[in-house]
């Protein structure tokens, strides 16, 4: 943190994982659903709803719309999970990765470095074909998903503001005989892997029935943790798995605003740190565009768990801890190296008035918001 005259200066913020399409569903699913019954699965329902919809234009469109926003709040690199890759019926483009390509041009245009974590998805359950919007998500091999993943390597490359990463989807969503291959076709090439774990019990309980493991437990069996390697929601998890992921010094990604949201429950913040798990934090669905409430949300869902305050004990203060997550591991989950530069925070917002000095930035952490953020 440097202070200049009017301005706090700070590390830029990063949003390691993001649905960038999701924002256009923003007040659509706020209100009871048909079925009487709302869990994350009749949200996911809304969701694929206008999965199918999208166009080339409308997800460019969208994508600009949800970026310039997590701009104007202070994040200048986003993780784009990316899994809407063909037509409604499943019939790839003639350009295999304009979907791709139209929500990266709509990162750039917006000032954002992207990285595009390219999502292979290959089944609606273990045993079950892709189903309705499920089908643009899909290829029906993992040699044509990872020659998309390869073509857009290779369209980028020159790109210091543009990353390519492999994310396959989820336990559910990838067969185990698949996860290795990933495992291996990311380490040869040094790329960042990405994929949702342990957001949902039922995701949990389907895994155990197919392979007889838990999620991380089958992931660490493949091979696929490594310090490459973001596990994104890491929700459910039991007592050991957080020490699996830790030894191989990979990430967490927490989302906390979109897991609050979708009733996914809360992390145990202080097992996957005591593991040496590295944290980061997404906005995932964009339901609020508010990082400062992703950042502090991993410390406050903690507190809601525990019955404790400042559960996050360590070098610094723990607005430093926070920030750091918020800031460089989220860039780093990104495959980035650093921040990417700083971000103004305005000295004489509302929300900072009466502030000492010296606690500055725990008051940015703690009670900020977008509107303090300079653009
Ligand atoms: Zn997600």
Redesign the pocket.
């Given at each position: 943190m440097r202070l200049t005259a009017g301005a706090i200066e700070l590390p830029a913020l990063a949003s390691a994982?993001s649905?960038a399409f999701q924002r256009g569903m923003r007040g659509e699913a706020q209100r009871p659903g048909p079925s009487g019954s709302d869990d994350f699965w009749s949200w996911r329902t809304a969701m694929y709803a206008l999965a199918a919809s999208l166009t080339p234009e409308s997800i460019h469109a969208i994508s600009k719309v949800a970026y310039r926003e997590l701009r104007a709040a202070g994040v200048r690199t986003v993780g784009e999970?990316h899994y809407v890759h063909h037509q409604p019926d499943g019939a790839p483009y003639a350009d295999r990765t304009v979907l791709a390509d139209a929500v990266i041009e709509a990162a750039r245009a917006e000032g954002l470095r992207i990285a595009l974590l390219r999502v292979v998805y290959a089944r609606a359950g273990a045993g079950r074909a892709p189903e309705g919007a499920q089908r643009r998500f899909s290829d029906g091999s993992l040699d044509a998903a990872l020659a998309d993943v390869e073509a857009l390597r290779a369209r980028y490359a020159g790109c210091d503001d543009v990353r390519v990463g492999v994310a396959p989807h989820s336990v559910r969503a990838v067969p185990p005989a698949w996860l290795g291959e990933i495992a291996r076709y990311a380490a040869e090439r040094g790329l960042m892997v990405h994929m949702?774990v342990a957001e949902q019990p039922a995701e949990i309980e389907a895994c155990l029935a197919e392979t007889g493991r838990r999620p991380v437990e089958l992931l660490a069996e493949r091979g696929v943790l490594s310090e490459r390697f973001v596990a994104?929601?890491a929700t459910h998890l039991a007592p050991h798995e957080p020490a699996l992921l830790g030894a191989a010094r990979a990430f967490a990604c927490l989302?906390p605003t979109?897991e609050r949201d979708l009733g996914d429950g809360l992390p145990d913040v202080g097992a996957l740190r005591g593991a040496g798990v590295r944290l980061c934090v997404?906005i995932?669905?964009h339901v609020i565009t508010d990082p400062f409430e992703d950042l502090r949300g991993v410390e406050l869902g903690e507190r809601l768990r525990t019955g404790k305050r400042v559960t996050l004990r360590g070098e610094g203060t723990p607005a430093e801890a926070l920030w750091e997550i918020g800031s460089r591991r989220g860039a780093e989950a990104c495959g980035f190296a650093d921040a990417g530069g700083s971000i103004s925070i305005r000295r004489d917002a509302p929300a900072l008035a009466l502030v000492r000095e010296e606690r500055l930035l725990d008051a940015v952490v703690y009670s900020g918001s977008p509107a303090i953020v300079d653009d």
């Amino acid at each position: 943190m440097r202070l200049t005259a009017g301005a706090i200066e700070l590390p830029a913020l990063a949003s390691a994982h993001s649905h960038a399409f999701q924002r256009g569903m923003r007040g659509e699913a706020q209100r009871p659903g048909p079925s009487g019954s709302d869990d994350f699965w009749s949200w996911r329902t809304a969701m694929y709803a206008l999965a199918a919809s999208l166009t080339p234009e409308s997800i460019h469109a969208i994508s600009k719309v949800a970026y310039r926003e997590l701009r104007a709040a202070g994040v200048r690199t986003v993780g784009e999970f990316h899994y809407v890759h063909h037509q409604p019926d499943g019939a790839p483009y003639a350009d295999r990765t304009v979907l791709a390509d139209a929500v990266i041009e709509a990162a750039r245009a917006e000032g954002l470095r992207i990285a595009l974590l390219r999502v292979v998805y290959a089944r609606a359950g273990a045993g079950r074909a892709p189903e309705g919007a499920q089908r643009r998500f899909s290829d029906g091999s993992l040699d044509a998903a990872l020659a998309d993943v390869e073509a857009l390597r290779a369209r980028y490359a020159g790109c210091d503001d543009v990353r390519v990463g492999v994310a396959p989807h989820s336990v559910r969503a990838v067969p185990p005989a698949w996860l290795g291959e990933i495992a291996r076709y990311a380490a040869e090439r040094g790329l960042m892997v990405h994929m949702h774990v342990a957001e949902q019990p039922a995701e949990i309980e389907a895994c155990l029935a197919e392979t007889g493991r838990r999620p991380v437990e089958l992931l660490a069996e493949r091979g696929v943790l490594s310090e490459r390697f973001v596990a994104v929601h890491a929700t459910h998890l039991a007592p050991h798995e957080p020490a699996l992921l830790g030894a191989a010094r990979a990430f967490a990604c927490l989302c906390p605003t979109t897991e609050r949201d979708l009733g996914d429950g809360l992390p145990d913040v202080g097992a996957l740190r005591g593991a040496g798990v590295r944290l980061c934090v997404g906005i995932d669905s964009h339901v609020i565009t508010d990082p400062f409430e992703d950042l502090r949300g991993v410390e406050l869902g903690e507190r809601l768990r525990t019955g404790k305050r400042v559960t996050l004990r360590g070098e610094g203060t723990p607005a430093e801890a926070l920030w750091e997550i918020g800031s460089r591991r989220g860039a780093e989950a990104c495959g980035f190296a650093d921040a990417g530069g700083s971000i103004s925070i305005r000295r004489d917002a509302p929300a900072l008035a009466l502030v000492r000095e010296e606690r500055l930035l725990d008051a940015v952490v703690y009670s900020g918001s977008p509107a303090i953020v300079d653009d």
